[in-house]
């Protein structure tokens, strides 16, 4: 039996998917009609990204699953039109491409790469030499398929990682902590902090001027998860103070992130337009073709958004 | 019985050294009265660098063995008056210290992050999101100690790794290739080269204009082996052709690099001063110890300079 598809995110988005997904379907043995246009009432499955053509879900009374492009729900979960079942995007290729973002600026911080690219004026500086990765307390907030990645990557360079979550997990070589005590336990003396939560209410400004005090002094922090985990002008004060040394950001309250905003000119910021990692279509397509076999299959969906906890 | 063992580097490491070599001594249970002023013919042992107070080793008659404090060993094996077998330093925190720089600028260049430092000016550049790791191919010229940790630490972060030796080795997960005819399918299509040979009359100006040509066009080099691997003259012609894209470079012909040297204007070249790695004093101390052990138990020694192949 055949299955109609909808392909509902922005048009680019179709010519990088169109193939991918007909190929991964082929692969997953599913007769699909892949398309962008299809009655409503004829729809088995959506192909979702938040700021494609698609923000009503009342008329899709067939479909059977919502399946998302993106990693980040914050925006569909408030959606009370959409009453099917929401899978996530869990993409290895999205994986890996934030654990070499994460790992390259995590070295890059470590090594104070920024002296050497700004100091180019023929004075030699030996000056010190940066402690090995081992003695560098790393701290990753979050512990899903993302900050789970990067705590991999970074314990295989050496770095000393702590992991942190709401609910308590456990990962070999990192030490895990979750709950309200466990997170200042986790940014204690964090010398390098990442943020790959998830936007919540309970996560939304989570990074305010007591959670930056709670770090070493000097330290650096990382945020490829999203803009709204910090308290922006918190995080100006924090490193006007010196207690941070630099702060790179790849997500924003706003995007694209006004010329104006003091971000951009600030001297211990590094802005970076929202490029740590991007779903990649050819391992995002085989996710949404495995989770349609098994739609079909009367299987578990995978990714399965749950909406009281947002994410 | 007590050994009396010479330390001859320059004063300052002297602060270094000094008690970790006695903690090391202790361990090992070598009984040694370690000092920087032993006469000549009293001196079991000699703990060395080449830019220390020591040229001439020919008063040192009863001297089983120099142990080198440096990796490169090219000023030690011309001088005429050593006789005495002479180790090399291969240290596990230089080895670190060398994967966390070779990888974090492999990562630099792989993510194009100067691109997001110089382009704080507030305009929001998506632009295109790099290849994953693995499409991106890294070649390592010299697999000792130093090239063989960077290439496992590259490795384990999904690169495609290919390392190329003078002569045949084998490294899981790297693909190694060896002589000269080796040399230019490692070369070919690399887009990112490391350099981690010793320097030998033939790896001298190894790097010249053939080489860089048999590289990807727009392609990176990093050199933090030895300064006169590279003929500098065809550095710079391949950088303004924009047959290479950036060289970042710790070591040169002469060090420190002079003021005037147009490798500190150049746009496409980041010089930092020699500190991709050094020797760290508690693990090199504990080469030292075991070494000593080894003579005086009438084993072989480790690191064993090869003085006709020059390293």
């Known amino acids: 039996m055949t299955v109609n598809v909808l392909f509902a995110?922005?048009?680019p988005r179709w010519d990088d998917y169109h193939k991918p997904l007909k190929d991964a379907f082929v692969q997953a043995g599913i007769e699909a009609n892949l398309s962008r246009d299809i009655p409503p009432d004829e729809v088995d499955y959506i192909v979702y990204a938040p700021n494609g053509p698609l923000s009503d879900f009342t008329p899709y009374t067939r479909c059977k699953a919502v399946l998302g492009l993106w990693a980040g729900v914050e925006d569909i979960v408030k959606n009370e039109t959409l009453t099917q079942p929401m899978c996530r995007m869990v993409d290895s290729g999205l994986e890996r491409g934030m654990m070499e973002w994460v790992t390259g600026h995590t070295l890059r911080h470590h090594l104070s790469i920024d002296q050497h690219i700004h100091g180019q004026d023929g004075v030699w500086r030996p000056g010190h030499v940066p402690p090995l990765a081992a003695d560098r307390p790393v701290t990753i907030l979050g512990l899903g398929?993302?900050?789970?990645?990067?705590?991999?990557?970074?314990?295989s360079l050496g770095f000393n990682v702590t992991g942190w979550s709401r609910t308590p997990k456990s990962i070999p070589g990192i030490r895990c902590l979750s709950g309200d005590s466990g997170l200042t336990a986790a940014l204690s003396g964090a010398e390098i902090v990442v943020l790959l939560l998830p936007l919540t209410p309970s996560t939304d400004s989570l990074m305010d001027a007591s959670r930056f005090a709670a770090m070493a002094r000097g330290s650096y922090l990382l945020?490829?998860?999203r803009g709204a985990l910090i308290n922006d002008d918190d995080l100006i004060a924090a490193l006007d103070a010196g207690q941070l040394e630099h702060a790179t950001l790849d997500v924003f309250r706003i995007e694209p992130l006004p010329a104006d905003h003091p971000f951009w000119a600030?001297?211990?910021i590094t802005v970076t337009p929202h490029i740590a990692s991007e779903t990649r279509p050819p391992t995002a397509s085989r996710v949404i073709a495995e989770n349609i076999r098994r739609s079909e299959a009367g299987q578990p969906l995978l990714h399965l958004v749950d909406r009281a906890q947002g994410y």
């Open 9 to 11: 995110a922005q048009p």
């Open 223 to 225: 945020n490829p998860g």
């Open 266 to 268: 600030h001297p211990k």
């Open 145 to 155: 398929a993302l900050g789970r990645a990067c705590a991999q990557g970074l314990v």
